[in-house]
């Protein structure tokens, strides 16, 4: 049987969502082991002067448990 649980996590890029999400998992991984899965629950950018200047993502990361 496993057993696992749910960590909420915001990341950030300059580059794209894709490397907000990317960033997020490897920060992540530090700190928590058994990783299993991510569901980005939120997408918004930051803007000046009429450009993007930011992108940022609130995701939530399953991990499992040690037995």
Do not use: C, H, P
């Amino acid at each position: 049987m496993s057993v696992a649980t749910v960590t909420e996590i915001s990341a950030t890029s300059t580059k794209s969502f894709d490397d907000a999400v990317k960033q997020g998992i490897a920060r992540a991984d530090k700190t928590l082991r058994n990783i299993r899965g991510a569901w980005v629950k939120e997408s918004k950018v930051s803007v000046e002067n009429g450009e993007v200047t930011e992108y940022k993502v609130n995701m939530q990361v399953t991990f499992e448990l040690d037995t």
